[in-house]
């Protein structure tokens, strides 16, 4: 299948955070793009006919994400979506996980009845991480939901959960929260793989992992808590978002080089 209108929707995983790229809007690329670079080239497609548009902001809820990007999307006629939500509501104190999976569910309903290809994905098992793993239980419900909601609809999953084909060291930015650009890279063979897409894109090699004595871990976990952790512990308590100054990246549809 030929996909001419391709419109991204979701928080950081989405908008690409992790995959600095200066002469990209926001300052980003991130998976979205790359899958979005090789859909425009599609055999068949001539220049400008086809378009990409990315709604996603960092920091975004699931409320937030239904309220200010389904519709929009819907507006633009796509003729393939992808979808990520779910994650910041989960690492919230306290979360309704069946309120929040009814909600997603009438969101995909909505999406699914334009006709356009719909892909989700899981959250990925943050079982290696500290900081994460209290959480664990609840991102494993939450996925088996995401799962349901698909088959409900005809949605196709990218099934991060069940990806073991690579180290999770690998995958994740120095803030250990947002992938890196060589997760983007995965995530973006991962969807147009599960689309059936060919595309020539190659695995990047796995990175070196560093060798670090006990005490250089110990530095490294000090800096990283001082840096990022605690100013993300900070935004939950005072309900702010990283997202608050943010805008769309691509909120029409353009071209991708």
């Known amino acids: ?56 902001i960092r920091g975004r809820k699931m409320r937030q994400i239904i309220d200010q990007q389904i519709e929009p ?70 996925n088996e939901g995401v799962r349901e909601i698909a088959d409900n609809h005809g949605a196709l999953i990218a099934d991060m959960w069940r990806m073991r084909d690579v180290p999770a060291w690998a995958i994740w930015d120095t803030d250990r929260m947002h992938l890196n650009s060589f997760g983007h890279s995965h995530i973006a063979i991962a969807v147009l793989d599960r689309l059936g897409i060919d595309h020539g894109l190659l695995e990047p090699d796995l990175p070196a992992r560093p060798e670090l004595t006990s005490a250089e871990v110990r530095r490294q976990n000090v800096a990283w808590a001082k840096e990022h952790a605690a100013p993300w512990v900070h935004r939950r308590l005072t309900g702010r978002s990283s997202g608050d100054t943010v805008t769309a990246k691509r909120p029409t549809y353009g071209p991708i080089d």
């Open 1 to 56: 299948m030929v996909f001419l209108r391709y419109v991204a929707i979701g928080d950081s995983f989405t908008e690409g955070v992790g995959d600095p790229d200066p002469e990209r809007p926001n300052g980003l690329r991130g998976w979205a793009d790359r899958v979005a670079e090789v859909l425009a080239k599609q055999p068949g497609i001539g220049p400008g006919e086809f378009g990409y548009a990315n709604l996603g």
């Open 73 to 142: 999307a819907v507006a633009l006629a796509p003729d393939l979506i992808t979808i990520y939500s779910g994650a910041n509501d989960i690492l919230r104190p306290k979360v309704d996980i069946d309120g929040l999976l009814a909600d997603y569910d009438a969101a995909i309903a909505r999406l699914a009845s334009t006709g356009a290809t719909v892909v989700m994905f899981t959250a990925y098992d943050p079982g290696i991480s500290a900081l994460f793993r209290p959480v664990r239980g609840r991102m494993a419900i939450y």
